[in-house]
């Protein structure tokens, strides 16, 4: 059995090589490597990858989410409204999510990422502070100032 190999050369080097796609013309094959990275996101874009991200990030993020993905008209609807709900971590910390879809699954029968958009805006959730984050305070002493230390 002969296999063929496709090269790309780019300025005299071989930058990628691949076993020659059989089958009908016009076929095409993607190498998941090669693709850009924004284009990796959303060829990963899959429900279960959507349920994972949001088990991640909370119990409630993964009501919400398991209700954005059952309740579309079509998959390809659930997916897009998964994708802008994912979008959020780019914006908000994950506790700040879990802390509007907490609220959100209280308050409505049927949430949407908007409705969770206007939660979000409308609460203000503190950053937890890391117990690693030294504590800037009066980091001289009394003696400093002239006090009994």
């Known amino acids: 059995m002969k296999i063929e190999v496709v090269e ?3 300025k005299g080097n ?25 284009h990796k996101l959303f060829v990963d874009h899959t429900p279960e990858n959507a349920l994972a991200w949001a088990e991640e990030v909370g119990i409630n993020t993964l009501a919400v ?8 008209a079509s998959e390809k609807q659930g997916l897009s409204a998964a994708f802008r709900f994912k979008g959020l971590a780019r914006k908000y910390a994950a506790i700040e999510i ?3 879809c907490t ?6 029968t049927a949430p949407t990422v908007s409705v969770v958009e206007r939660v979000m805006k409308s ?4 950053a937890p502070k890391t117990i690693n984050e030294p504590d800037y305070g009066f980091t001289r002493g009394a003696a400093y100032f002239g006090g009994n230390d």
């Open 123 to 126: 609460q203000k959730i503190p």
């Open 14 to 38: 071989r930058i990628a090589s691949h076993k020659r796609l059989t089958g009908k013309f016009g076929q095409f094959s993607t190498n998941h490597d090669h693709l850009p990275a924004e």
């Open 98 to 100: 879990e802390a509007a």
């Open 65 to 72: 989410m398991r209700y954005l993905l059952k309740s579309a």
């Open 8 to 10: 790309v050369f780019y």
């Open 103 to 108: 609220t959100v699954m209280k308050i409505a």
